[in-house]
Nanobody, 120 residues
C-alpha cells in the first residue's frame, strides 16, 4: 500500500498563497491520476483537483482559476498551489491516487492530511 504524507498547511490570511505538498512512499510514475481532496467540518470529503500522468488537469468549480495542481514524478511528489484563499477553503487537505479518472479505487490509505485554516 502506497503511503502519502501531506504538508504545507497552516493558518493563512484570506488571499494567501500556500503550496501544499504530497510525498509518496514509492514511485508515482505509474499512477494514472493523482488528486487533492478536502474535508471541512460537517462536510463530505470532496475531490478538488486531479492530474493525469500526461498532465491533464481538472478542478472543482469552487477552486477553478485559483488552485493549480502539478506532479513531479522524479521526486514522487504532488503539489497544490493555492492562491486567493477564502475562508470557505478551510479544510483538511488530503492526496491520493487512482488507476482511472473515476477515483473509485484509491491506491493509498487516508493519512492525517494537512489542515488549512483561512482566517484573519
Amino acid at each position: 500500500q502506497v503511503q502519502f504524507v501531506e504538508s504545507g498547511g497552516g493558518l493563512v490570511q484570506p488571499g494567501g498563497s500556500p503550496r501544499l505538498s504530497c510525498a509518496a512512499s514509492r514511485s508515482i510514475l505509474s499512477i494514472y491520476v493523482m488528486g487533492w481532496y478536502r474535508q471541512a467540518p460537517g462536510k463530505q470529503r470532496e475531490l478538488v483537483a486531479g492530474i493525469s500522468s500526461s498532465g491533464i488537469t481538472k478542478y472543482a468549480d469552487s477552486v477553478k482559476g485559483r488552485f493549480t495542481i502539478s506532479r513531479d514524478n522524479a521526486v514522487n511528489t504532488l503539489y497544490l498551489q493555492m492562491n486567493s484563499l477564502k475562508p470557505e477553503d478551510t479544510a483538511v487537505y488530503y492526496c491520493n491516487g487512482a488507476p482511472d479518472d473515476n477515483f473509485l479505487f484509491l491506491l493509498g490509505s487516508w493519512g492525517q492530511g494537512t489542515q488549512v485554516t483561512v482566517s484573519s
